[in-house]
């Protein structure tokens, strides 16, 4: 039992969930004050849809991968045949199904205006499906597809709590897109059987000096905590995601870029005035760390 799960643990890339949650987070903080009591209860069920269509997600990427990952001897365990293909496939496209569906159901049920939610869950699901499609045709399709998967999460957050999206939290979305970019260009490859992209540090440090945009979008920025949060992004973890990248530990230099996303939220957040949420942020990225050591989400 235990081993069945950790095969389902790495077919999901559940170690990286975290790191979706803390998008929920971002667009969610940056759009309302979320010490009020229905926000919480909208922020859970929107984190619970996110998780569903995440994990559904990865699981169809693994059905749908298993001859090239064969071919390109992955250890992943659909792969290895530790986890059934058709059985990946099914319950992947479930989950997305249900994730997207509850969403939609909620939004439609408890909001006068749901129509930019709608549209952003049903945006997430389309681009989850396309990348699924489109990933090994065109490694530029890989990169958009994955991006534009991570934009509409802090966006679906904002508009599940507000009627609009500030502007605020389309330059995060825009910083997550392209630090997701630089994540994606950092593991394409990382099995072998593609062409390697060495534009994964640029991608990062795109997506932290995205801090000084969105600083100048809020009435208050908060210089000290950008100067901070470049020193912590464009100083520390890029350069180790680097090391690793130049030492041939490509899958830890991705799982370490993964586990940047919620540092990079953390200090678009600290810009914004919200200490408590970029501390919650820096707390997932410390759990992504080390729930991949069960299994890496890579």
Not at 156 to 183: E, F, R, S
Request: hydrophobic share 55%; proline share 3%; charged share 10%.
């Amino acid at each position: 039992m235990v081993t069945s799960f950790r095969n389902w643990w790495l077919t999901f890339r559940a170690a990286n969930l975290p790191t979706a949650w803390s998008n929920v987070i971002l667009g969610a903080a940056l759009s309302v004050d979320l010490w009020q009591a229905h926000d919480f209860q909208m922020l859970s069920w929107t984190a619970l849809c996110i998780t569903l269509i995440y994990l559904g997600g990865m699981a169809i990427n693994d059905g749908g991968d298993v001859a090239f990952d064969r071919a390109c001897g992955s250890n992943r365990p659909v792969a290895r045949g530790k986890v059934g293909a058709k059985a990946a496939l099914i319950i992947g496209i479930a989950m997305l199904f249900t994730g997207w569906a509850a969403q939609l159901a909620v939004v439609v049920c408890c909001k006068d205006c749901w129509i930019h939610a709608g549209v952003s869950v049903s945006a997430l699901a389309v681009l989850v499906i396309l990348y699924q499609l489109l990933h090994r045709r065109s490694a530029t399709a890989a990169l958009i597809m994955m991006a534009g998967c991570r934009f509409c999460v802090p966006i679906l957050a904002a508009t599940v709590l507000h009627d609009t999206v500030p502007a605020v939290v389309w330059w995060a979305a825009a910083a997550v897109a392209c630090w997701t970019l630089g994540i994606t260009a950092t593991g394409r490859g990382e099995q072998g059987g593609e062409q390697r992209l060495e534009t994964g540090s640029y991608w990062l440090s795109v997506a932290s000096l995205g801090l000084f945009p969105i600083a100048l979008t809020l009435p208050s920025p908060h210089w000290g905590a950008v100067g901070a949060g470049l020193v912590v992004l464009l100083a520390g973890w890029i350069p180790a995601v680097g090391r690793r990248c130049i030492m041939g530990r490509r899958s830890e230099a991705v799982c370490w870029a993964i586990a940047g996303l919620p540092v990079l939220d953390s200090a678009i957040l600290l810009s914004a005035g919200h200490p408590e949420w970029a501390a919650l942020c820096m707390v997932l990225a410390a759990i992504t760390l080390g729930a991949q050591r069960y299994g890496r989400g890579s």
